[in-house]
């Protein structure tokens, strides 16, 4: 492959274009019909590059036309099963001092984007520094953007020759022993790729390239490649085999302390979505505090699982250890508390000690914990249930619910998910008044029926229904007569539809229908 044609300084590293337009930050991306993602890709990557780089190994939808349309420049490589070869093949069309390689399913949050170029500038004089990580969090859209797990990544750095990928799957940067890495807190990525409708594909193809590796090796795995193995069996749902390599993972003689927490939280969660008792994943829980003082996850997990098991005064009590230790995380610099995977459970923790409140009766501690929860996740239906339970256990008027709610929600673009939502809760005027803001953008349609008995009006509401009732019986008339009965309105329709319906099924098919 070709180097890219412009002047570097010793040692490998770009010197700075001093003319107008000067290149200072590429952003990098290969694709494979990523229509989907990459429109949020570039969106990010406006905001924090200079210019942006897409190397297409294959798209067969809009990617390179979503790709060209928004000013990156476009380039085509040959997939031969190497993310490592394709992602050094986009560095060497990058011009930039700094490159950011995020995935297409990845973009810099909204609130941190801004600050990428304010880092990078400031540890450009600083050339031991050869790049930075930084957490990603890892976010279901298919679950109203719930957070889940994270971890540190390095997805900045600078453009050195001697900086390059390595491993044709699950692909790691080789920084030089005579550079260092950065630890920011200051720049945050969230990664879609994980969404619950997706990531069982992405897993089977990693899945067939890492086994395809390893036999070329005789079937022997390295010490790395069991914590892949152990995240793809969970994301499968292969709770066994995911706690057979947490195990193994644990039982090596060097493990990071990230890596041991994730193995340990992956065998925990194993025993909770399997088959596996809530005492297996209680002593794990256990064994895992132990082990791993420091991390919040690990109290937090348990004291959900004493809620499970209805010792509530055990669960209150080991969550609030748990939040103490996290709360620990503001005051540290380590990996451990930059990467938070607790913040996860953080919602959940709150909405459980919201209920053990409402349980004896504290409805100020109560409203205190579910507002703490949805400030930090709003659409969380249990947290969303218990509060709104809380509402009426209180008596709020309507305008007051209302007034709540819109501390958390978008009043627009909210509106659609939260009438759905409080439909069926029985919201009452409160949905009502989410639907007709959502009816007013088009996303729900209207409702008479469903409007009057929320209103509180059941005699319109049965008018509305009776004349609906008969709308449907005259096109299920009209149908029979034409010749296409509707059999399913039979159980709606009045004495003499469904008779006509019976005798004509009876003429067909010679046979009585009862």
């Known amino acids: ?30 694709t494979k019909n990523e229509e989907k993602n990459l429109g949020r890709w570039l969106k990010s990557m406006r905001v924090a590059a200079d210019e942006m780089i897409v190397v297409d190994t294959g798209s067969t939808d809009r990617t390179c036309e ?39 399913d990845e973009y810099f949050t909204p609130a941190t984007v801004e600050a990428v170029r304010p880092l990078l500038r400031r540890l450009t004089p600083h050339h031991e520094v050869a790049g930075v990580l930084c957490r990603l969090t890892n976010i279901d ?95 499968l749902d292969d709770y066994d085999a995911a706690i057979h390599y947490a195990r193994e993972t644990l039982a090596q003689d060097k493990v990071s302390d990230e890596i041991k927490a994730r193995a ?17 994943a209680v002593a794990c829980l256990l064994q895992a505090e132990e082990a791993c003082p420091q991390q919040a996850e690990f109290p937090l997990m348990l004291g959900l699982c004493y809620y499970e098991q209805g010792k509530k005064d055990l669960a209150e009590e080991t969550l609030r250890q748990g939040l103490d230790v996290h709360a620990a995380y503001a005051e540290r610099t380590d990996v451990t508390s930059v990467i ?29 914990h579910y507002v703490q929860g949805l400030q930090l996740q709003k659409r969380h239906a249990g947290l969303l249930r218990s509060f ?26 909210d509106a659609a998910w939260l009438a759905r939502y409080l439909l069926r809760q029985h919201g009452g005027v409160v949905w009502l008044y989410y639907a007709r803001r959502a009816r007013q953008r088009g996303e729900m349609a209207e409702s008479p029926l469903l409007d009057y008995l929320a209103a509180g009006r059941p005699a319109a509401a049965a008018a509305a229904a009776a004349e609906l009732l008969q709308r449907c019986y005259a096109l299920g008339l009209r149908a029979q ?25 009876e003429q067909k098919t010679g046979a009585e229908i009862l």
């Open 1 to 30: 492959m070709a180097e890219p044609q412009d002047k570097r300084e010793p040692g490998g590293m770009q010197a700075a274009p001093s003319q107008q337009g000067m290149v200072e930050i590429s952003a990098c991306v290969i």
């Open 66 to 104: 979503l790709a060209r349309a928004a000013g990156a420049k476009l380039y085509h490589f040959t997939w031969r099963d190497d993310f490592a070869a394709a992602k050094n093949y986009a560095i060497e069309q990058a011009k930039g001092r700094w490159i950011l390689f995020l995935d297409a």
């Open 141 to 235: 859209l298919d679950d109203g953007g719930r957070l889940s797990t994270a971890s540190m990544q390095l997805r900045m750095f600078r453009n050195l020759r001697s900086l390059r990928y390595v491993g044709r799957i699950h692909e790691a940067l080789d920084v030089p022993h005579n550079r260092s890495i950065e630890l920011t807190r200051e720049v945050e990525i969230y990664h879609t790729g994980y969404s619950h409708s997706i990531i069982k594909a992405k897993l089977q193809r990693n899945k067939a390239m890492l086994e395809k590796r390893i036999a070329e090796r005789g079937g022997t795995i390295k010490p790395t490649e069991r914590s892949y193995l152990m995240d793809i069996a969970y994301g």
């Open 264 to 280: 340990y939280e992956t065998w925990a969660s194993s025993c909770l979505e399997g088959p596996a008792p809530m005492e297996s």
């Open 340 to 368: 938070d995977n607790a913040a996860r459970l953080l919602p959940t923790v709150y909405w459980r000690l919201g209920d053990i409140a409402m349980a004896r009766d504290d409805l100020a501690a109560a409203q205190e």
């Open 388 to 413: 709104w339970q809380l509402l009426r256990r209180l008596q709020a008027p309507p305008a007051d619910a209302i007034a709540l709610l819109n501390q958390f929600f978008d009043p627009e673009a």
């Open 481 to 505: 007569d034409q010749g296409q009965p509707q059999p399913q309105l039979q159980a709606l329709m009045p004495p003499d539809y469904a008779s006509r319906w019976r005798k004509e099924q």
